[in-house]
């Protein structure tokens, strides 16, 4: 893999000239990685987890989901076809021909295997990580298992924009029949008159919602099971489902702390600012969390903000989380459960960092060095040349 | 932690200007950290590790090393005064008063803790790491454990530089009576009369190597098992002790594969060139590897290098790897089992991404982002903006 490349780690170089060692990214091996569900297209066989690895210069080999084995098949055949054309080494991308769970656990425990991307549920996720953390060898598994993704109104905003908010949230939940990873499943807000007109309110825009189905019957299903257990909190049940409950209900129910993983929300009412921020200090890890406040409520909502921060990979005033751009600033990511390591992220250009270790050469003559770094920066990437970013060539 | 602080990944700004959304690294939370055995001063207490996880704003929980309590708790001290008279906030360094197992299994599985940083044995690093993979919420652990660091004289170089690597070598092996973890613990040859030579030379020099006493009585004691599992293979024993094995011999035998702690290395003797990619290729993951050559030698080690690039974090041409330098560049970790993930380092700048993790966010008014993210950059730090690394202000 020796062609330049715009790594993302910038090369160090050492201090001393007369020694110089530098460091650069090299591929951690082999990644295994594990479509999602809900995501057919998207972030699937040609998706973002598999250019990032492929960019770090792994090999891929890429385990299909068994919601769309020949969606899976079809684009794994124009990615082969796609390296062949662009003569990248053979076997640099392999799509298993098994949907089954045995031929996940052995991608997993297999020797040649060095890191692994999995998105799903937080059992498999959890099952994934403690086969790689079990191996002779362990490896990193950077699996994005679950959130409920907390949207909190302050009181001004539920004022000033509730209608607003209203259609605004009504189309994040029910985006993609809610089956984005990033859907708000839970809403905290204070207990009063216009909470009760925000849950009139938001019941009858999802009475409004047209009936469409989800990606296969399984998660159908799974979404029913999931109602079913929390049917004491339903309030509004159609294409969508708007569920409330108590904070005193929400910190005992384990069922109610679950992501319910489709078109529905749970809102949460709180009595007063004090059990908010006790609610929010509850919350597992989380993918994002998002705050609606007026200008006015910038310095009352600082401490419910600090909580925040400490619980999510990204942090939202006045939008949704819906929305996930592939950029140098994503965070794709987040405290356990919502991943299982928050140092990384599965999408954006920092994805790539799953799946590089760095490598220091200490003096190493020119002619023996990866072609990142020569003397001369012919990949006009980013270096860091005696503590100073450069894209400028060593020596001059 | 609202402080400037020249945080080592860039934070990130959304290449939209109507709604950025910037990243920047935020503390993964209180990083326990474990004491190493043969540091008592330099990488201990005040060490690189500590340093690193207070830069990322982790507050940080040492454990001492039951080898040396009372040089920790006098710098760990020194650590509490100098956190109070800096006004860093209460808590913010905490020595435990205990060296037990117990305490150090207490620290990994503690809630609190979301970072672990061990420096030790195999055998202790693992189980750590299993304790923190099997927490309800797994942490990561970087753990520094097991490396045999090969050095490779290729045939030029023994012929041609024999009596100067005989002294750099025999200096390497005995440096801090061989307590350094990037000790070359085997030396990789072709058999022949002149590695016949090396080895007699070898033996000349560790004679003349002066007895010294190890960090602690049980380093020692260590040592004297170690050397007994091996003594069939011993050439040389003083104060410094040379083995040598066929390659054979070392593939086929556990007891030669594993890290011999003390002043002591084991040379391989490989048949032809085959043999020896054969046991590079055999290698576990290593902290370093080194190989000597003669510039008449560099495409021929061609395949080498690329074998042991893929086994270690640091590689070397005709230098030791003991000695390690703080900078950007160092890479101090390796693939399994020299660390538990090939990804990080503990020393060098890029020691704090252990301890960092990114957060994201999203059209956040000015007034509520931290200030590194700030549009004008009163830290003077490097920011990525529109795709471009930066240390102006944002919208100038």
Redesign the interface.
Known sequence: MGRCADRHRP?????RAE?G???RA?P??VAGRFLREQFSLAFSVAGGDTASALAAGCPVVVKPHPGHPRTSSLVGGAVQKAAAETSMPEGVFHLVNDVSVEAGTALVVHPAI?AVGFTGSLQAGRAL??LA??RP??I?VFAEMSSLNPLVVMPGALRERQAEIVVGLTGSVTLGVGQFCTKPGVVLGLRGPELERFETGLADAFANVPAARMLHRGIEERLAGSLGKTQDFIRFSGAAHLLVASAEDFKTSEVLREEIFGPATLIIECADQTQLLDIAQTL??QLTATVYLT?DE?ET??PL?EIL??K????????YPTGV?V?????H?G???AT????F?SVGT?AI?QF??????????E??LPPELHNANRCRI?R?IN?K?SKEDVGQ
């Not at 090369?11 to 201090?15: I, V």
């Not at 999510?312 to 939008?319: A, Y």
């Open positions: 090369a160090g170089a050492q201090a020694a060692s530098p460091a090299a951690a091996g060095k990580f403690n953390a079990g060898d362990p990193p597992d890890g200008a910038h909502s600082r903000l921060a400490q999510v990979g990204r942090l939202i005033i006045n939008g751009e950029c140098p600033s994503m965070q990511g405290p356990y459960p299982a390591d928050s140092r992220t920092a960092q590089a270790r760095p490598v220091c050469y200490q003096s190493f003559p002619a023996l980013w860091q503590g970013l």
